[in-house]
């Protein structure tokens, strides 16, 4: 219907392709390529936990050698707080540092697409016109009859 819809508006036939899931294998690869940014998250955050906790460890064993007042009340528990804070930190920064190193590109998301079993409309467009068109009719195609956003 979005295809019919550009051409009408003046799209050339060759500016246009539609790929449909399952049509070139892709969808195991796309799944692996999900898990594997998953699991490279997962790792990154294990990484940076155990960095943070040594961290707040080796500056609590600092602040001991100092003698800071700080752990006259308990020593425990300066020790566990600076350990806790440390692996919380350390754990978000690796987990963001991970998250972030992998970045998709069109084909990566045009492959996690099809492997999601979504049928996908790629338009070349060759101005401003035409992109400001294929984006207006291909945001509306995505749209269900009562005018609600499609989830993805």
Known sequence: MARERLVAQGMQPGQLMLLQPGADGSR???????????????????LGATIGLLAGLL???????LDVGFFDA???????????WGAAIGGFVGAAAGARRR??????????SLAG???????????HAQMSMAQLVLGESMRTPYGVPVRA
Not at 59 to 65: G, Y
Not at 74 to 84: V, Y
Not at 118 to 127: C, E, F, H, K
């Open 74 to 84: 308990d020593p425990l528990f300066g020790m566990r707080l600076f350990m806790g």
């Open 117 to 127: 079993g979504y049928i996908v409309l790629v338009a070349n467009t060759v101005s």
């Open 59 to 65: 500056l609590a064993a600092v602040l001991k050698l």
């Open 103 to 112: 970045k998709h590109t069109v084909a990566d998301l045009l492959r996690i």
């Open 28 to 46: 195991a690869e796309a799944r692996a390529t999900d898990d594997d940014l998953l699991y490279e998250t997962l790792r990154e955050g294990a």
